[in-house]
């Protein structure tokens, strides 16, 4: 399963880019693509700094829920 979305999220872009010029004007397909692109690091970085381990000195939020 990994390898099939890898490849996908490395090869599927490509495609998508290919053939969107046909049905757009190729500034708007690339400033689409910028745009889903930029959309998908925002959302990894803010899953990546929700997910992170609590530095030293930091509780965790789940250490001050009450049982």
Do not use: K, W
């Not at 969107?20 to 708007?28: E, K, L």
């Amino acid at each position: 399963m990994f390898f099939v979305v890898a490849y996908l999220g490395t090869g599927l872009p490509f495609v998508l880019f290919g053939i969107a010029p046909r049905h757009f004007p190729v500034q708007t397909a690339l400033t689409g693509f910028a745009t889903i692109l930029s959309c998908g690091a925002v959302v990894s970085v803010v899953v990546a700094l929700r997910d992170r381990a609590p530095g030293p000195g930091e509780l965790s939020a789940r250490s001050t829920r009450p049982s």
